[in-house]
């Protein structure tokens, strides 16, 4: 079955240390993976994304994330979080067999305090 | 450039009743998503919509249904709604879709 596993389903974190979100996938077939950020009442906002290429990505806020085919994971990283990161992170693929649909983990919530 | 516009951004509606979300694309954006997002099961794909043609669709009951116009908006009808279909409705757009897709800020639905 395809799913997204997000085993951390909440990090507490202090200001200006840094985080590691973790994010593993399974699928039978080769996907394209995204990391998503959402802010309360809001949508939500791309951070990043793998299609092909270089494993490391590198995102919006100083974000980014390597993809490693052997583990099957997809984890995220910043160096240094603000109070302005506390969100809810969401780990995404595609398939890239045509089947346009998001398969998304459960979330982490990312909780940075002062 | 302008975001996916979703209208109307909040909605109560009664059991019983039908409910009609609307979401403008991004400019040049032909393929366009929605996914319902509800505490208990996460966020779940509803369909996809290329070319005013549903090229996918997820696991949802017949009540729930969509078409795409010629300008690539998009609307969502969900028809004798229940209780549980209370959730925000995400709108998503993108060129092709396996490159990723930009989501709208919502419609949070409330069903009383």
């Known amino acids: 079955a395809q799913s997204v596993t997000q085993l951390d389903s909440q990090v507490p974190v202090f200001e200006e240390a840094p985080v590691e979100l973790r994010c593993n996938y399974s699928s039978s077939v080769s996907v394209y993976l995204f990391w998503y950020v959402q802010y309360p009442n809001q949508g939500l906002q791309l951070l990043l994304k793998y299609l092909s290429g270089s494993t490391l990505v590198k995102g919006i806020n100083g974000f980014e994330a390597e993809f490693n085919k052997s583990q099957t994971s997809f984890h995220l990283r910043k160096p240094s979080v603000h109070i302005s990161d506390t969100a809810e992170y969401f780990c995404?693929?595609?398939?890239?067999?045509?089947?346009?649909?998001?398969?998304f983990g459960t979330g982490t919530r990312l909780l940075v305090s002062p | 450039k302008a975001g996916v516009t979703q209208t109307p951004r909040y909605l109560i509606k009664t059991r019983g009743q039908q409910v009609t979300l609307s979401c403008s694309p991004i400019s040049g954006h032909r393929s366009v998503s929605w996914y319902q997002q509800t505490p208990g099961q996460g966020l779940q794909f509803l369909f996809e919509y290329f070319s005013e043609t549903q090229r996918n669709k997820g696991n949802f009951p017949g009540r729930f249904s969509g078409r795409q116009f010629s300008n690539s908006r998009s609307e969502m009808n969900v028809s004798t709604l229940e209780l549980g279909d209370s959730a925000l409705y995400l709108c998503?757009?993108?060129?092709?879709?396996?490159?990723?897709?930009?989501f709208g800020s919502g419609t949070r639905l409330t069903v009383v």
């Open positions: 998503a757009s993108s060129r092709q879709g396996g490159d990723g897709y930009t």
């Open positions: 995404a693929f595609i398939m890239n067999t045509g089947f346009q649909k998001l398969v």
